[in-house]
């Protein structure tokens, strides 16, 4: 099987404002972002197995933790 390769782009925050704090914990933010010419990729493979698999690679991919954002997206998804 091939992998789809898709691009994840890098945007700075110029400015962030915390306007105040709801009451599931989240903050309500205002922020000025500037999209920059940086990204990482990311490749897709689709598979029979009834599991996702997430690996990460390169200089920071030790850091990354076992549970995070990607497969928490996943287990939301399905």
Do not use: C, W, Y
């Not at 599931?24 to 922020?31: A, M």
Request: avoid cysteine; aromatic fraction near 6%; glycine fraction near 2%.
């Amino acid at each position: 099987m091939r992998f789809d390769k898709i691009k994840s782009h890098a945007k700075v925050n110029l400015s962030l404002n915390v306007l105040g704090k709801r009451k599931s914990k989240l903050h309500d933010l205002e922020t000025l972002v500037a999209f920059v010419d940086l990204h990482d990729q990311i490749f897709i493979k689709r598979t029979n197995n009834k599991n996702h698999i997430v690996k990460f690679s390169g200089d920071f991919s030790n850091k990354v933790p076992k549970i995070n954002t990607v497969s928490n997206l996943l287990n939301i998804l399905e």
